[in-house]
């Protein structure tokens, strides 16, 4: 099956827009010492959505889901979540790192319990268990972070942006240090969990397979500075075939990203030769 390119930054996609990147680009330093991080970005995500990002290493991929984040402000452009412009960090974003980055002084409970305590919600710990139960992780609520496995912290990550009820998931490679089989029954669970919450979904992966089992909408950036290269709408996350990835048009799929990809990442190592 060969994936059809699509607009994201539609009219139809601005009528409904959960998200508006528009012309965003990034540069750091300055004079000589500038590096242009990203060149503009044209995009839009819908209620709903799930958009995986995949190009090659340092093609601006984090640093785009840092801006959208708050974590980094734009050097150009603007980005409108809900049509109010994303000036820093907001409870509204929930981002999930490589790394859980738990406190291991803390149970797993008072974990995913310390965000909704610190915003001095009501019963914090009975939401917690809550979306403990969400990741299946409720039999471990007194448990460590160091007790567990990478798998299991990373879901505890995953049901700590959860509990605050943020309107986006923010994922910058949350399964990238995680081995293939942990990594392909989280991925299960997190699309279950994305259909039974109807997040909206930002997610950073070097993985085509990931990217493909997982998107609403895959987009492939250039190599550095990064620009959007390509879109297209994904129909496998809709499957409930465990088993979709061995199909033959997942691999055609497959096939047509990685040839984008390859062209990227020659292009990336010309440049790093010149310079």
């Known amino acids: 099956m060969t994936l059809e390119p699509v607009d994201l930054y539609s009219a139809a996609r601005h009528a409904q827009a959960k998200l508006v990147l528009e012309s965003v680009s990034k540069q750091f330093g300055a004079g000589d010492q500038a590096v242009q991080a990203l060149s503009p970005v044209n995009v839009v995500l819908c209620p709903g959505d799930f958009v995986c990002i995949v190009g090659p290493s340092g093609c601006g991929k984090s640093t785009l889901l840092n801006l959208v984040a708050g974590f980094e402000q734009p050097s150009s452009g603007r980005l409108l979540l809900d049509k109010r412009e994303i000036v820093g960090p907001g409870s509204e974003r929930g981002v999930v790192f490589q790394q859980g980055a738990l406190f291991n002084w803390m149970t797993v409970l008072e974990n995913v319990a310390f965000g909704p305590r610190s915003r001095g919600i009501d019963r914090p710990r009975e939401r917690a268990m809550h979306y403990l139960e969400l990741v299946g992780l409720a039999g471990f609520a007194q448990r460590y972070p160091y007790e567990l496995s990478g798998g299991m ?38 699309k279950d969990i994305w259909r039974r919450t109807g997040k909206t979904v930002l997610w ?44 033959t048009a997942f691999s055609e799929a497959k096939r047509q990203i990685l040839g984008l990809l390859r062209e990227e990442s020659l292009a990336a190592r010309s440049q790093e030769v010149a310079s």
Do not use: C, W, Y
């Open 153 to 190: 912290q990373q879901r505890v990550g995953i049901a700590r942006a959860l509990v605050n009820e943020p309107e986006m998931l923010l994922m910058d490679e949350p399964f990238a240090a995680l081995d293939q089989q942990n990594r392909e029954l989280l991925q299960e669970e997190i």
């Open 204 to 247: 950073i992966t070097h993985s085509i397979e990931e990217s493909l089992f997982l998107a609403t909408h895959v987009l492939v950036m250039t190599a550095r500075p990064g620009a959007i290269k390509a879109a297209f709408q994904a129909g496998f996350s809709r499957s409930e075939d465990p088993f979709v990835s061995t199909t």
